[in-house]
């Protein structure tokens, strides 16, 4: 019996050894450092957003107390993401892994390095879901939830699963109370914005809308129960360009459903600055207009 | 590749499945949902008392229906409740022993934490004892099950379960910010002899014992 746990204690120890050499400190606020996770390309490091509180002088410490310069990429509040570049080094990239290779009950282990030497944390996968949209607006590919204790400065460490690679981002800012994993294809997806434009594009229409309930026939015809009324539209807005009115009833972008306003928000989401098919509803009659998107600000 | 982590991993998300089947959603007209558990078949469900304060009560199944709740008793002292719903062939969870559960043992935990449907949490037995330091004292000397798991709003009423995923105990309440606390399984079997009473537990007795 001892056997086993005395395998088990060291199988958990080899997982943390594993990871160990892409699990950095990240001082840039006061007081408490924070996490950070060396990412598949040279030199870029992932930390959470708001750990990040300075853009000068932001200081990057590897597994044996050596110190970096690192300038900051950009950052995505919404997904509580910041991507790093160290000035003059590199890193041992972590190996990554897709969520989908943990259920709900499985073993994980979260690790930081707050302080020099990596700390960790054993818990369970508590939850796991499809995509959803943080507070915040931003879009994460899967609801990871877990029950590991997130010890102060672990935000932007890893989730390692007992394959010793890394699941995704630890981070305890998006919703409180609870540990939350920003997954891998999150990470990827943001990062290679952020390597790319600095920023997250998001696409803009430069309306205000609300859920409206569609007539009966419209109702039953199109399969969807509500459409978003335009309650308002701003001059000179890529809706105006594209002939969009006020009053008008939202029912579909590029053939995906507008039933609510989150709806609009995730269609919006990548298509900053490429054209789109938008069908509404006007003195109902269903027309449609192809519409310019812009980059939201 | 660590096989022994990866063997486990596999066990918990059996006991994860077994058990989430039994796991239910109770509701009243107020906002949120407690936890319960099927105990029988025939729609017998435990739950936590203070989860059910409300009068119009319904019991959301695994399978997505949502079915209307009788109280066959409700017990504030002993923080339980049980429910009956017109439903057949429920799968029932597999009542354990909360006597041999030794501090140090595996244990989880499922719920619907925040709102969280199915959320598992999971931890060792601190000690079966009805005098903890943090936990408050219940009613008749009764028991605690104090556990190293993070119990949150949601998940109050529904199954704590050992290895084999057998129902130990109910989850409660929190005592402090990282001891979980749950009402031992003894308890319930006393609770649902007093409920039931003799004759009734007999004919479903195949969960009693």
Known sequence: MSDVLTQLSENMAAVVQAAEPSIVRIEARRRIPASGVAWKDKGIVIAAHHTVQQEEGIGVFGPGGERWDAELVGRDPSTDLAVLRLKDGELTPAEWAEAESVKVGHLVLAVGRPGRSLQATLGVISAMGDSWRTPMGGRVERYLQTDVVMYPGFSGGALLGVDKRVIGINTSALVRGVSLTLPTSTVARVTADLLEHGRIRRGYLGVSAQPARLPKDHAQLLGQETGLLLASVEPESPAVAGGLMLGDTLLSLDELPLRHLDDLLSALADRAGRKAEITFLRGGEVQSREVTLGERA | ?209
């Not at chain 2, 429910?83 to 559960?101: F, H, M, N, T, W």
């Not at chain 2, 319930?188 to 014992?209: A, T």
């Open chain 2, 1 to 209: 590749m660590p096989s022994l982590l990866t063997d486990l991993n596999e066990a918990l998300a059996n006991v994860v499945s077994g058990t989430m089947a039994s796991l239910v959603q109770v509701r009243d007209e107020r906002a949120g949902a407690g936890a319960g558990v099927i105990l029988h078949p025939q729609g017998l469900v435990l739950t936590s008392a203070h989860v059910i304060q409300g009068r119009q009560l319904h019991v959301g199944l695994q399978d997505g229906r949502s079915l209307p709740a009788k109280v066959l008793g409700r017990s504030p002292g002993r923080d339980l409740a049980l429910l009956d719903v017109e439903a057949g062939d429920l799968p029932a969870i597999e009542l354990g022993d909360s006597q041999s559960l030794a501090p140090g043992a595996w244990v989880m935990a499922l719920g619907h934490p925040w709102g969280v449907p199915g959320g598992t949490t999971a931890g060792v037995v601190i000690g079966v004892d009805a005098h903890l330091p943090e936990a408050p004292p219940r009613a008749g000397e009764l028991s605690w099950i104090a556990v190293s798991a993070h119990l949150r709003p949601g998940h109050s009423g529904g199954p704590l379960v050992d290895h084999a995923g057998r129902l130990v105990g109910i989850n409660t309440m929190m005592a402090g910010p990282n001891v979980g606390l749950a009402v031992p399984v003894e308890d319930v079997k006393g609770y649902l002899h007093d409920v039931l009473g003799s004759r009734i537990v007999e004919r479903r007795e195949s969960m009693i014992v």
